[in-house]
């Protein structure tokens, strides 16, 4: 199931923790 | 919201933080044995919801108290199956870099608290909240549990992020609903 990851709000949907990850990395060292 | 407005994150448990599929699957498997119930009935019904919700859907039939038996015999099934209960791919990944971002996160499940220690620690996962369905009067996709956890975070629920894998999960961080609001 963790293939089908869902996150609200809706507009940062992703598909598996390691894009979680790599969304959370890129986001967060930039700020 | 851009991520970078996030202060906090909440997870689910199940199928999100820890794979559990297997055991879940083993418990259900037996538990549809035992009640005569097509074996896959479970699969589409049972993921988000408690047991007691599930086994009404599979069994119509059945009164209030033979429901609580049922429900019963089905989380005594998954008590006592943690044998390969595990972090999901890229969990521990996610929180070293909520650790390293200062950005706070709670557990948030519709499971019982013995369960969810008891798969959290097979996992190594140690949350620093952890909301249960002891804590809540109202189960999820209601976002009471949701908002608990934003609170004892000590941070707005409007700015968490909720991470889940099952649709009443992410129903209940879903900011329109009015007790959302302080």
Request: glycine share 4%; charged share 20%; hydrophobic share 50%.
């Amino acid at each position: 199931m963790v293939a089908a990851l869902k996150t609200v709000p809706a507009d940062l949907q992703v598909d598996d923790l390691p894009e979680l990850a790599q969304l959370l990395a890129e986001t967060f060292t930039a700020t | 919201m851009e991520l970078a407005r996030v202060v906090a994150v909440l997870f689910d448990m199940d199928g999100t933080l820890v794979d559990s599929d297997a055991a879940v699957a083993r418990a259900w498997r037996t538990w549809t044995d035992e009640y005569a119930v097509e074996p896959l009935a479970w699969v589409s019904i049972a993921n988000g919801r408690l047991a007691a919700d599930t086994v009404r859907r599979l069994q119509p039939d059945l009164g209030v108290e033979a429901v609580a038996v049922a429900a019963a015999r089905q989380l005594s099934l998954q008590h006592q199956d943690l044998s390969d209960a595990a972090a999901a791919p890229g969990a521990l990944a996610v929180l070293s870099l909520l650790y390293r971002f200062g950005l706070p996160w709670a557990v948030v499940t519709s499971a019982d608290h013995r369960l969810a220690a008891a798969r959290l620690d097979a996992a190594g996962v140690s949350p620093p909240i952890l909301i249960t369905e002891e804590d809540v009067t109202n189960r999820k996709p209601v976002p009471e549990s949701s908002r608990l956890a934003a609170r004892r975070l000590g941070v707005e629920p409007e700015h968490c992020l909720v991470v889940e894998d099952a649709e009443p999960g992410a129903a209940a961080g879903a900011p329109p609903a009015p007790w959302w609001r302080h």
